[in-house]
């Protein structure tokens, strides 16, 4: 039910107009005169438009419904007004897997739903997500974007010989029609994790700079510093030799893959002896910065373990 007593309020889904119907019981209770409020909607279906305008007609209530073959998301009827209030449901948190199952399936109309991509997964007993709802009037809104939106393909577990999926695969089993709208800081173009081959190409951009102009950021400056990564000359021959003797057999574009994990550039970024080296570096220049103008600093690790290990050198 709304509760403005005056005004102009718009429903971009109004149905049969049984919101319009409860406000002007609300406003007579509440003293109020009905001409005061102008109801304005559109609706997709023509019976259910038909049976609005007649509902408010018979009640005298003001209202410019309009219908809308082709639905609110592709075609807004009312593209030059204003109005003073927007009828919209109460959002919803989904709380588990059941509760994402009873809000969805076979809803035929509005609502904004919260949940985490990991609530779309099978049940005990299922191999696969079941559909939801094949409404085209969905939009998914994806916060991340470039995480855990990936894994189509399937995978068999070697223990159970199950074939499973990643989230996003069940995502859209379940919501098979809907659009998909990713936001995210930081896409990615990898060979199984591609954020734009997955939502498509940009809509807007909102950089850095805009953000400093905006005022919502201060501006970044970037000096560089350098620690650098060393190995012990007696070590490279050692690895050298041993990597050429276990990838004998194998053809050199097996070798080439083998080479980029062993090696494993994480373990020498965060060797001892450049850690020591970084974080006296960064304490100096910290501590210096505070003598001339207050502020706080934030270390960005490559890994959790650098990370614990730059924590336990303060």
């Keep these: 039910m709304i509760e403005p007593t005056k005004g102009r309020v718009y429903d971009p889904c109004c149905g049969t107009g049984g919101f319009f119907v409860q406000s002007e019981k609300f406003i007579g209770a509440h003293q109020g005169r009905v001409n005061d409020i102008a109801i304005y909607g559109q609706e997709r279906n023509h019976t259910t438009f038909r049976l609005a305008r007649m509902n408010l007609a018979i009640r005298g209530v003001f209202a410019d419904i309009r219908w809308n073959g082709e639905g609110t998301l592709l075609r807004d009827a009312f593209p030059d007004e204003r109005f003073d209030y927007v009828l919209a449901k109460a959002p919803v948190q989904v709380e588990d897997i059941e509760a994402l199952h009873e809000t969805l399936a076979d809803r035929q109309l509005g609502g904004v739903i919260f949940s985490t991509i990991q609530k779309f997964r099978p049940r005990p007993g299922e191999s696969e997500f079941p559909l939801l709802t094949e409404r085209s009037n969905v939009v998914v809104f994806v916060d991340e974007a470039h995480r855990s939106q990936y894994g189509f393909d399937a995978k068999l577990d070697p223990k159970t010989g199950e074939v499973r999926y990643g989230f996003a695969h069940h995502l859209r089993r379940a919501l098979p029609n809907a659009t998909y709208v990713g936001f ?33 950021t201060v501006p970044i400056y970037y000096e560089a510093r350098v620690a650098r990564v060393e190995i012990a000359s007696d070590m490279e021959d050692l690895i050298d030799a041993e990597f050429e003797d276990i990838t004998e057999d194998i053809d050199e ?55 614990v290990a730059i924590y336990e050198r303060n």
Excluded: C
Excluded at 185 to 208: R, S
Excluded at 268 to 293: C, N, P, S, T, W
């Design 184 to 216: 995210t800081g930081t896409p990615v173009e990898l060979v199984n994790a591609n954020t734009y081959g997955v939502f498509g190409n940009n809509i807007d951009v909102y950089d850095v700079t805009q953000a400093v102009e905006d005022g919502a």
């Design 253 to 307: 574009t097996a070798k080439d893959a083998a080479a980029k994990r062993w090696g494993r550039v994480e373990a020498l970024v965060g060797a001892d002896k450049r850690l020591d080296v970084a974080v006296a570096d960064i304490l100096d220049h910290f501590e210096k910065r505070q003598a001339a103008l207050d502020g706080k600093a934030m270390i960005v690790a490559m890994s959790r373990r650098i990370a």
